[in-house]
């Protein structure tokens, strides 16, 4: 059931500008732009245009649900799953987030720009939130992490080709 789901979710994309699933992807909690640049390069988008649709992509929902979040776990706390979920997602962001804890902006920007799992902008946006990091050091933080996640993932992305490419 999930692979049909999943190969017409693809097949719909497919059917759309290669621009926008670019900026879909970043926007997307589980991709952002850590698979939205590999997507536009792949599919022969000059880079500059990958590169501002990824960073644009990633922060349009981000710095919205900074100020959404507590209303919108407050909603999800309503019903049973719904608090299930919420009590383990934030129990996870708490434990990844020593980082931000200690360092605060700075430990943003390093928390969201290097590529791991569960690192990104949504991640680090959450962080944000429950452990009171003041705006303007959130907004800095989280374009600055944007930043240097997509400069880490072009390099990998042109280090990958390049490598494939001398093969």
Same mark, same amino acid.
Request: charged share 15%.
């Given at each position: 059931?999930?692979?049909?789901?999943?190969?017409?979710?693809?097949?719909?994309?497919?059917?759309?500008?290669?621009?926008?699933?670019?900026?879909?992807?970043?926007?997307?909690?589980?991709?952002?732009?850590?698979?939205?640049?590999?997507?536009?390069?792949?599919?022969?988008?000059?880079?500059?245009?990958? #590169?501002? &649709?990824?960073?644009?992509?990633? +922060?349009?929902?981000? =710095?919205?649900?900074? %100020? *959404?979040?507590?209303? /919108?776990?407050?909603?999800?706390?309503?019903?049973?799953?719904?608090?299930?979920?919420?009590?383990?997602?934030?129990?996870?962001?708490?434990?990844?987030?020593?980082?931000?804890?200690?360092?605060?902006?700075?430990?943003?920007?390093?928390?969201?720009?290097?590529p791991l799992?569960?690192?990104?902008?949504?991640?680090?946006?959450?962080?944000?939130?429950? #452990?009171? &990091?003041?705006?303007?050091?959130? +907004?800095?933080g989280v =374009?600055?992490?944007? %930043? *240097?996640?997509?400069? /880490?993932?072009?390099?990998?992305?042109?280090?990958?080709?390049?490598?494939?490419s001398l093969?």
């Amino acid at each position: 059931m999930k692979e049909v789901l999943l190969k017409d979710i693809i097949s719909r994309l497919n059917m759309l500008p290669k621009e926008l699933v670019t900026l879909i992807l970043a926007m997307l909690p589980i991709s952002e732009l850590r698979g939205a640049i590999p997507y536009g390069v792949c599919n022969k988008i000059p880079y500059l245009k990958v #590169l501002l &649709l990824s960073v644009v992509g990633n +922060l349009l929902p981000v =710095i919205p649900l900074y %100020f *959404l979040l507590d209303s /919108i776990m407050n909603f999800f706390n309503r019903f049973k799953t719904g608090k299930r979920f919420s009590r383990w997602l934030i129990t996870y962001t708490l434990q990844k987030s020593k980082l931000i804890e200690v360092y605060e902006m700075i430990g943003l920007i390093i928390f969201i720009g290097i590529p791991l799992p569960i690192t990104g902008a949504w991640t680090g946006t959450l962080a944000s939130v429950l #452990l009171k &990091l003041r705006f303007r050091y959130y +907004l800095i933080g989280v =374009i600055g992490g944007v %930043f *240097l996640a997509a400069g /880490i993932v072009s390099v990998l992305v042109f280090l990958t080709r390049l490598t494939f490419s001398l093969t």
